[in-house]
């Protein structure tokens, strides 16, 4: 009878994939703990993800793999553990302590769905067991609150001394609008000076609590104040939203090499308006052409998150507060925001397990 050793179960589980980070477990870094007592195994399988999705999967072709590598295992027992990591940055960990990962969510220009693409991401890692918040910081056209159904003038206490502005909740995400501050009659010179300077403060005003991930809708554009935003604001990367349309593309083009200026990583390409399913027939028609989106993250040597259908259900939703990945969930469009989610989410975690400790420095 081949003996149970801790080498035997990291062998058969280095064979199992991870399908949240699409790596093999032992690679992954996620066998925590393995127990050996007697015949009876026990291993800690932790996840950086918020895989809550994965995990039966992930203990099912655990446990079949230990079974074969060691057929004489009597009992197997798999606990799963989530701990999204963190992005290590001293100036995201000053501003705002408890929040992990925060996440621009941008666009070369207005109108291409990036405030409905941030609300259906940040859903998506919710209804996937994260704790996340949504900072609407778009100046111009703060719509974040309207989309979640929920607009309130939010509360303030007194938290430790300082006055922290509450966050408003809905459908298990933290809320906050920059529109609480500036309203339609803030005239449009002074939306820039609110947005540079006002939201740093207003950023560690407002008593987020611990959050895997944060994500900002950014003001569109790549103009100054998106430039100072994105340098304001400590990112751990931001994904871009475009539609198919050429020029949309050479604005998303500008609005990735901004981030590369001020040094902030690229997690992805997403486009909107991809194409339009027919109803009657389910062929699909690219109204604004095909394979741009794709051809462009490929170009520019960034991940291409997904591709997301035109459908009036995603207006309707908007509209009237019922985000599609919450009230539609069976609908293609919600699969498709969920998928390029984990994805986002894969694709931070393995850049968090490759961050080096920050630099130390010493003056002499
Ligand atoms: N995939 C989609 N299909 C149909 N309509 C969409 C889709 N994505 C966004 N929209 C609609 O397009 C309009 C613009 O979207 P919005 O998210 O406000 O864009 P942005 O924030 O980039 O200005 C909204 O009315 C929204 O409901
Ligand atoms: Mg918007």
Redesign the pocket.
Known sequence: MSEITKDAVMDALKSVIAPNVKRDLVSADMVKDVKIEGSNIKILIESTTPASWAKEEIKTNATEAIKKQIPNAKNIEITFEVNVSKHVDPAKDQMLPGVKNTIAVA?GK???????VAVNLALSLALDGAKVGLLDADVY?P?IPMMLGINEQPLVKQIDGKQKILPLENYGIKLMSIGFLVDEKTPVIWRGAMASGALKQFMSDVEWGELDYLFYDLP?GTGDIQLTLAQTIPLTGAVI?TSPQDVSLIDARKGLKMFEKVNVPTLGLIE??SYFVAPDTGHKYYIFGQGGGEKLAKELNTAFLGG?????Q??EG?DHGKPLVTEFPDTE?AKIYRDIARKLAAEISARNSNQQSPKIEISL
Do not use: A, L, M
């Open positions: 666009s207005g109108g291409v769905g990036k405030s409905t056209g719509s569109p939203v909107n308006f997301i259908p035109i459908n009036p995603i207006v908007g469009e």
